[in-house]
């Protein structure tokens, strides 16, 4: 069998046929050129207005990346006609391998987008001998493909996150789809202010707007504020993962506080490894944080009795009425508010300030995937440190959709990878 023949079930043009394939000698890597000629009686297209047209002139010869065989490099080579159309001018042809100036064919960049899911950008380049920037160009065009072609009908819910990047404070907004059959990533701005969610509202059509019944997202003010203005109707649920995470940041900040203060007073330094005895819970610990534990829990300190809070506190989420649920929140911050420990009564005013979004949890049960946004949050970390050498935004941005967005491809005739 030929190489043309497998081409011509691989990737059958209706208008181009495949000519002579030959190795190209000297050249710096293993490379097999083939030949792309007009069939007789095709007539060029215009790349204007995507019409026939009477043919002008030939350019010169060009080469197209197409996916290697055999890690043998495979280029098609063309000499585009030019078409005098009546409508555009003088104009170059299009052709069904590649678009515009590019010199990779569409499908290799479709499989290095592909490779690029499944290893670092950094790999795929090194694998395939091409740059760094030709695989992020690749993702980004799929990205861009993606967005353009998929469904946003029919979301019923989302969650709304934010995440760390780079180094100090650089926010993003994330927002997900959170439902049982669907998670994906939906939207990613900069910034965790009121445009960064507003503009996400504003790319919806009227009817996806109104179809989202449940709305998850964390106590930031700026997000409540456009959630309210642009959602109406909806049950918005401050949800379990970020009462809980902001609970942890605060029995973090007594800890260090508490730390300085025993050092400063000259006691042993007994909280500063035990970050971790603090932070976990009781049945994640090894047996090394449990012993450390008890010994902490002899103190009466701050850090301790913010820590049995929190343990206490998870007792909330087994309530399964709004009405007992809502008896114990009262009570708990009661108690939290006459503890005298200040981050743990900054939670316990947020959480009364935010009584019925919290509650909302429990009207929302079944109905949000639960834990859907802690583990969409954790992929997107992952996403973001992984040593792809993001070092832009566009990076970033381009690196989320690409993993976190379940984007459509287009059809192919024949999968490559
Ligand atoms: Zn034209």
């Known amino acids: 069998m030929q190489l043309k023949s497998i ?159 780079q180094r100090g404070h650089h926010y993003l907004t994330l927002v997900y789809q959170i439902e049982d059959g669907m998670k994906r990533l939906l939207w990613v701005a900069r910034d965790r202010t009121e445009a960064s969610l507003r503009d996400f509202f504003q790319t919806l059509s009227e009817e996806v707007r109104l179809s989202v019944r449940f709305v998850c997202s964390d106590m930031w003010q700026a997000y409540l504020n456009v959630i309210a203005e642009q959602l109406k109707n909806v049950v918005h649920v401050l949800d379990r993962f970020h009462i809980m995470k902001k609970m942890g940041e605060a029995i973090d900040e007594v800890r260090r506080g508490e730390a300085r203060r025993l050092a400063q007073d000259g006691y042993e330094p007994v909280l500063k490894p035990s970050r971790w005895c603090l932070l976990k819970r009781p049945e994640n610990l090894t047996e090394k944080q449990t012993v450390k534990l008890a010994e902490l829990l002899q103190y009466n300190l701050q850090s301790v009795r913010s820590y049995l809070l929190r343990e206490d506190f998870q007792r909330f989420w087994e309530y399964s009425s709004p009405g007992w649920a809502a008896k114990f929140l009262d009570q708990w911050c009661t108690r939290t508010l006459r503890s005298r420990i200040e981050p743990m009564k900054k939670v316990a005013r947020s959480l009364r300030e935010h009584r019925d979004l919290i509650l909302n949890w429990f009207r929302a049960r079944g109905k949000v995937s639960a834990g859907a946004v802690e583990g969409l949050n954790n992929k997107a970390k992952l996403t973001t440190r992984k040593a792809y050498g993001f070092r832009t935004y566009e990076g970033i941005e381009t690196a989320l959709y690409h993993t976190l967005g379940a984007l459509p491809e287009p059809e192919f005739t024949h999968e490559f990878c």
Request: proline content about 5%; charged content about 25%; overall charge positive.
């Open 7 to 165: 081409l011509n079930r691989v990737e059958r043009y209706k208008s181009f046929v495949y000519g002579k394939v030959q190795w190209v000698e000297d050249a710096a890597r293993p490379t097999i050129e083939v030949r792309i000629e007009p069939r007789a009686n095709g007539r060029a297209i215009c790349s204007g207005c995507g019409r026939p047209g009477p043919g002008y002139d030939r350019l010169p010869e060009r080469r197209f990346e197409f996916v290697p065989l055999w890690q043998i490099a495979v280029f098609f080579v063309y000499a585009m006609r030019r078409v005098d159309c009546p409508r555009c001018g003088v104009t170059v042809e299009r052709v069904p391998w590649a678009e515009g100036k590019h010199t990779m064919t569409t499908t290799f960049r479709w499989f290095l987008a592909r490779w690029a899911k499944r290893l670092s950008w950094q790999e795929v380049a090194g694998i395939f001998q091409v740059s760094w920037e030709d695989v992020f160009r690749s993702v980004k065009y799929a990205v861009s493909w993606g967005l353009a072609h998929r469904d946003l009908s029919g979301i019923e819910a989302i969650g709304v996150d934010e995440i760390q990047w």
